[in-house]
């Protein structure tokens, strides 16, 4: 599965290497980070991630294969 | 002998929590609010609302400001407040309640009395919760109960217990749930009845007034237009208001600073944090960084990761300035949680590769400080597997992968152990882990290898792998069916127990209590009865702690069934009932009590004939989470199962199956000949029960008494007199082998035409039977019996009540009161198989004609088989007919 997720705010290159697993693009004041997940359980990983680091997730979706 | 007196004489620390792990208190102590805090009276007016409800969730994102806010809030209640900061180890509900139960003693000594701790980590049963709502809901004045972080209690069940422990607590308990993510609980049923008050992310953001008081309590008086476009930039978000108010200070233009910052994009926390660790001193950048990788610390724990001195000066200075560290209890600090992790992230980017270095060295302090469990989280964080295994064995805390509230967790950690760790200490926890798992085969191979390693390495400067090898040579002993090897095992261990330091045996009374049930168990497995009891009686002796409840458990089920085997079947009883009420009161489910306690208790429901009682309890154990796997549980359920299909009247299907060990048991082989004899002689087949006896040891009462029985109903009343002559004269038999004595030789005389003795011999027998109910003996005793029952005023009154029921009916009485359940005859005879094929198509309402048709015979040969049945049965009619039959279960 692919997904990406919209944080608001543009994030440090250092804070977008806590999320190795993930691309990242900064665009108009939104960061979007996407690429391959394992799981659900991997989706509520990254979730429980944002939230410990303090980020703002503004919108998620599943990816088209 | 070392390891026994100890055992009885172990004293279980207090102050200590169940784990034994020493930062209970750093867990359970309000954070102590920095001075640059500000108290928003309109928070703390919500909160004072908030006490006329049961619930209070206090929700938001991380560094919101809930912490402190609830923290400076419980301080000035005047209430007494249990806190409780919730851990990852809480997942497992035994770990969160024993916590719980601890936050609620600390807050307020006589909060929960008579409640506790669980025994288990994975299991709390309902009747601890009640117990501790009980206690709660009988308080005078509440205890605010205040579970901080109770984001990381993931699963639904703490979720629903909690409620359950709420509703039934009444006003005892006021829970206030300081969470980033919304609880499980059922919030919109609390909603709608108004029992919950919430704050939330909304209503903890920061005001534009508030704001200025904060940034003027930080020295900043900035414009009210500046502080509005920060409180715009952050959301009004504290941590980002925090840090602001932080990073301008560290500027010499703060106001110009605030409009940059206002104007720009970039997520706040991270930003911010960059900007405010830039501006402290390399040092104390490099020091916030490195402690990152701890949940809690201390000064000096903090040098060692810094390799400096000066952690206490820098660690208080960073409290007072209250950019990042929480000061807890005594000189305990933590990371705010929502920078710890930012930290990290720092951390591994801007120093590759010292993440695990950092852990290794901190697993090693926190090891010689005496803090097992955080050392062995951070050493497996690290990978450093040698050190986490040889720190769990050294430490004496092999035990606690079996026992205690944290075996759970610690087969979880050394799951995860790296298959290259190589070394004795690794070794052994595989092998632990092996037993733990009942894999004999594989756990014994390790166990060899470990113990080479150990003896190639001087294995006498470490003791207590030593001991850890012991411990587990006796469990494989146990398993396996080794008395011999039990005995050595436990020698072993007396030999390295003095080398041991006497804090390491204090702080583990797990080990000896593991050592000896193991023991005992083998022991018992060789029959050696009263040194079985040497070994158990000191362990059921020592205080009852979490880190000993299992075997504890284990050993009160083995002393019952010793007493079982030896004929005391009301003492059994007892032992049994204490070990399921015991267990129950640790938190294990109702009615799992040890498994060996409860085969006693079918085996005596047997004896006492109350069969449905000794199937259900049977049927529990088959689904059983974890079988205990030594051959003494699997040989006694096996013969209990044989008796009760013997009582049942399934002649067919009695056979006890032999269950493989490395040497045979007396009672094991004894009870199986039992059971198939008396199966045999049910039928009239003396002798295949004078051959299934054949092979059994003569030496013991109860297998000369059933070969008397058969020798009697063969017809060679000479032999069998001559055998009950020369019985052997075994001590301290209970009643079930007397009664059993005392019917044979009232059989044999009545074969001889001595009624007078026979009489006298039936009354000793219902005596010595009355007080315990045991009505198995006569219902086996065969047809002699009935007639002297029938015609003796004396032996009729003595059976009366209990073995048949009461006057003019004739009948026999079972467990429940007469009253309930139709009078059945004192012993029914077999059926017949064709007998049994009758029955079965009266009860599917077929008419006598119809019953002749489906088996092929004539009517009056149904009508004959329908009077024998009717005569065993003690019946005169059809519907009666089926409905004994129902109840003596054979249909």
């Known amino acids: ?65 | 002998m070392a390891v026994r007196e100890d055992a009885g004489s172990r004293r279980v620390r207090t102050g200590t929590d169940p784990s034994g792990a020493p930062f209970l208190r750093a867990r359970l102590s309000l954070p102590t609010v920095p001075a640059t805090f500000l108290r928003r009276q309109r928070l703390v007016h919500a909160l004072d609302e908030a006490s006329t409800v049961p619930l209070t969730v206090v929700n938001g994102s991380a560094g919101a400001g809930k912490t402190l806010l609830v923290a400076d809030w419980a301080a000035g209640l005047g209430l007494p407040v249990a806190w409780m900061t919730c851990d990852a180890a809480d997942r497992a509900p035994g770990m969160f309640w024993a916590y719980l139960r601890e936050a609620l003693r600390g807050a307020d000594g006589t909060a929960v009395p008579g409640v506790r701790c669980p025994a288990e980590a994975g299991r709390v049963d309902r009747g601890l919760l009640a117990r501790l709502a009980i206690a709660l809901a009988d308080r005078e004045r509440p205890v605010v109960l205040v579970l901080d972080e109770f984001d990381r209690v993931t699963a639904p069940e703490i979720a629903e217990q909690l409620g359950f422990v709420l509703h039934n607590a009444g006003p005892g308990l006021r829970l206030v749930l300081v969470t980033r993510s919304e609880p499980l609980l059922p919030m919109h049923r609390y909603r709608a009845s108004g029992e919950m008050a919430e704050i939330r992310n909304a209503d903890l953001a920061f005001t534009e007034a508030e704001a200025g008081e904060l940034l003027t309590l930080h020295g900043l008086s900035l414009p009210g237009s500046t502080v509005d476009g920060l409180v715009r930039r952050t959301g009004g978000w504290a941590a980002g208001i925090r840090l602001c108010a932080l990073a301008a200070r560290q500027r010499p233009d703060a106001e110009s600073y605030l409009k940059e910052f206002e104007a720009g994009r970039s997520t706040v926390a991270d930003f911010l944090l960059a900007e405010v660790l830039d501006g402290q001193p390399p040092e104390r950048q490099e020091l916030l960084l490195r402690v990152s990788v701890l949940d809690r610390f201390r000064p000096e724990l903090v040098n060692a990761l810094t390799l400096r001195t000066d952690a206490e000066a820098a660690l208080a200075a960073l409290h007072r300035e209250n950019a990042f560290v929480q000061h807890l209890d005594h000189s305990w600090y933590s990371l705010h949680p929502l920078f710890a992790e930012i930290l990290r992230v720092h951390l591994r980017e801007r120093r590759p590769g010292l993440e695990p270095e950092l852990r290794r060295r901190a697993a090693r302090w926190l090891h010689r400080s005496g803090a097992l469990a955080e050392a062995l989280a951070q050493g497996a964080a690290a990978g450093d597997w040698e050190f986490t295994a040889g720190a769990l064995v050294d430490d004496l805390a092999l035990g606690q992968l079996f026992t205690g509230l944290r075996a759970q967790h610690l087969s979880g950690l050394f799951a995860g152990m790296d298959p290259r760790a190589a070394g004795a200490a690794p070794e052994l926890v595989r092998a632990a882990l092996d037993l733990s798992r009942r894999d004999v085969a594989h756990g014994l191979a390790r166990l060899r290898r470990a113990e080479g390693t150990l003896l190639a390495d001087g294995g006498d400067r470490r003791p207590a792998a030593l001991l850890g090898c012991a411990l587990l040579e006796a469990l494989a002993a146990r398993l396996t069916g080794s008395p011999d090897a039990a005995e050595q095992a436990v020698r072993t261990a007396e030999e390295v127990w003095r080398e041991v330091p006497a804090q390491l045996l204090d702080a583990h009374p797990e080990l000896s209590a593991l050592l000896l049930t193991h023991l005992g168990s083998a022991r018992l497995w060789a029959g050696r009865f009263d040194a079985a009891r040497a070994a158990l009686t000191p362990v059921v002796a020592c205080p009852p702690s979490a880190a000993t409840a299992l075997p504890r458990l284990e050993a009160l089920g083995m002393l019952a069934l010793v007493d079982h085997l030896t004929g005391w079947n009301d003492r059994a009883r007892h032992k049994a009932l204490a070990a399921a009420g015991e267990a129950e009161r640790q938190g294990l489910p109702a009615g799992s009590g040890p498994l060996a306690g409860r085969l006693v208790l079918a085996a005596v429901s047997v004896e006492r004939d109350e069969l449905d009682r000794a199937e259900d309890l049977l049927d529990a154990t088959a689904d059983e989470p974890a079988p205990a796997g030594d051959p003494v549980t699997a040989a006694f359920e096996a013969v209990v199962r044989g008796r009760l299909r013997l009582a049942r009247g399934d002649v067919h299907g009695a056979r006890v199956p032999a269950v493989p060990a490395a040497v045979p048991s007396p009672w094991a082989e004894e009870h199986a000949a039992l059971v198939t004899a008396a199966a045999h002689l049910a039928r009239g087949r003396a002798d295949q029960a004078l051959t299934a006896l054949q092979d059994a040891p003569r030496d013991r009462t109860a297998c000369a008494v059933e070969t008397a029985r058969a020798l009697l109903v063969a017809g060679r009343a000479d032999e069998a007199r001559e055998l009950i002559e020369h019985l052997p004269r075994a001590e301290r038999q209970g009643p079930a082998v007397t009664v059993r004595i005392a019917l044979v030789r009232a059989q044999a005389a009545h074969r001889a035409g001595d009624t007078g003795a026979a009489r006298r011999l039936v009354a000793q027998a219902l005596l010595d039977a009355r007080r315990e109910q045991l009505r198995r003996p006569f219902l086996e005793a065969g047809p002699w019996i009935r007639p002297l029952l029938r015609n003796s005023p004396r032996l009729h009154g003595l059976a009366e009540g209990w073995l048949t029921a009461p006057a003019g009916t004739g009948a026999r009485a079972v467990s429940r009161p007469a009253a309930e359940r139709p009078p059945a005859p004192l012993v029914a005879e077999r059926l017949s198989g064709r007998e049994r094929e009758v029955l079965e198509r009266l009860a599917r309402m077929l008419s006598t004609q119809e019953i002749a048709e489906d088996l092929h015979v004539s009517v009056n040969t149904v009508k004959t088989h329908l009077k024998s049945v009717y005569r065993k049965l003690g019946v005169g009619r059809r519907a009666e007919a089926v409905r004994r039959a129902r109840d003596l279960r054979l249909l």
């Open chain 1, 1 to 65: 599965m692919r997904y990406e997720f919209r944080i608001d705010g543009d994030i440090s290159e250092t804070l977008a290497k806590g999320f190795p697993e993930l691309e990242h693009v900064v665009m108009a004041g939104q960061t979007v980070l996407y690429g391959q997940v394992l799981d659900e359980a991997h989706v509520y990983g990254l979730l429980a991630r944002f939230q410990a680091l303090g980020l703002r997730l503004a919108e998620m979706r599943r990816l088209p294969e």
